[in-house]
C-alpha cells in the first residue's frame, strides 16, 4: 500500500461516510480525484454517502428479517395455485376428412359426431392433461389412478 493511499484511508475513516471536499482539502487534491479515489477503492456513492459495494452480514440480516414474515405469509395462501382438479365429459366430436378435389363441386360434409370422452386435468395456472379417448371407452378406476400417475410424473 503506497503512503498516499494510508494517508488516504485515515483521512476517510472506517465508516467511509464524508463528503468529497473536505479529504480533497486535506489532502490538497480535487473533488473529482477523491471520487475516483473512492471509486477504485470499491465505494459507491447512494443517498449523498460514500459505502461499500458489498453488504455486510448485519446489513443482510436487517434486509432479510422484514422477508420471513412475507415468505411464511405467501407460503400459507398460497394452497389453491398447488391444487390440481380433473373432471370427464362425454363430448360430441367430428373428425371431418376434407375431399376436395380440384374442378369438382365441393359436399357438404356429413354431420356425425361421435360421443367420445374428454379427460381433462388443469390448476389454476393451465391445463396441465387433456385426453380424448376412444368411442364408446369410459374411464375405470385403473385408467383414472394411471392417468393422474402420469400428470404427476409431468409436474
Given at each position: 500500500?503506497?503512503?498516499?493511499?494510508?494517508?488516504?484511508?485515515?483521512?476517510?475513516?472506517?465508516?467511509?461516510?464524508?463528503?468529497?471536499?473536505?479529504?480533497?482539502?486535506?489532502?490538497?487534491?480535487?473533488?473529482?480525484?477523491?471520487?475516483?479515489?473512492?471509486?477504485?477503492?470499491?465505494?459507491?456513492?447512494?443517498?449523498?454517502?460514500?459505502v461499500?459495494?458489498?453488504?455486510?452480514e448485519?446489513?443482510?440480516?436487517?434486509?432479510?428479517?422484514?422477508?420471513?414474515?412475507?415468505?411464511?405469509?405467501?407460503?400459507?395462501?398460497?394452497?389453491?395455485?398447488?391444487?390440481?382438479?380433473?373432471?370427464?365429459?362425454?363430448?360430441m366430436?367430428?373428425?371431418?376428412?376434407?375431399?376436395?378435389?380440384?374442378?369438382?363441386?365441393r359436399t357438404?360434409?356429413?354431420?356425425?359426431?361421435?360421443?367420445?370422452?374428454?379427460?381433462?386435468?388443469?390448476?389454476?395456472?393451465?391445463?396441465?392433461?387433456?385426453?380424448?379417448?376412444?368411442?364408446?371407452?369410459?374411464?375405470?378406476?385403473?385408467?383414472?389412478?394411471?392417468?393422474w400417475?402420469?400428470?404427476?410424473?409431468?409436474?
Amino acid at each position: 500500500m503506497k503512503i498516499e493511499d494510508w494517508c488516504f484511508r485515515s483521512i476517510i475513516g472506517p465508516t467511509y461516510v464524508t463528503a468529497t471536499r473536505r479529504p480533497g482539502g486535506q489532502l490538497g487534491s480535487g473533488q473529482a480525484t477523491v471520487s475516483r479515489r473512492l471509486h477504485k477503492m470499491g465505494k459507491i456513492r447512494k443517498f449523498g454517502k460514500r459505502v461499500p459495494h458489498e453488504l455486510f452480514e448485519d446489513s443482510i440480516g436487517r434486509q432479510l428479517n422484514p422477508c420471513i414474515p412475507l415468505i411464511a405469509r405467501q407460503r400459507k395462501k398460497n394452497f389453491l395455485w398447488k391444487t390440481v382438479s380433473g373432471e370427464g365429459k362425454y363430448i360430441m366430436h367430428d373428425n371431418p376428412k376434407h375431399t376436395y378435389i380440384m374442378g369438382r363441386p365441393r359436399t357438404a360434409n356429413k354431420i356425425s359426431g361421435q360421443k367420445v370422452l374428454l379427460c381433462i386435468c388443469w390448476d389454476m395456472k393451465a391445463v396441465l392433461f387433456c385426453k380424448l379417448l376412444q368411442p364408446h371407452k369410459t374411464v375405470a378406476l385403473e385408467r383414472r389412478s394411471r392417468q393422474w400417475t402420469h400428470l404427476l410424473e409431468g409436474m
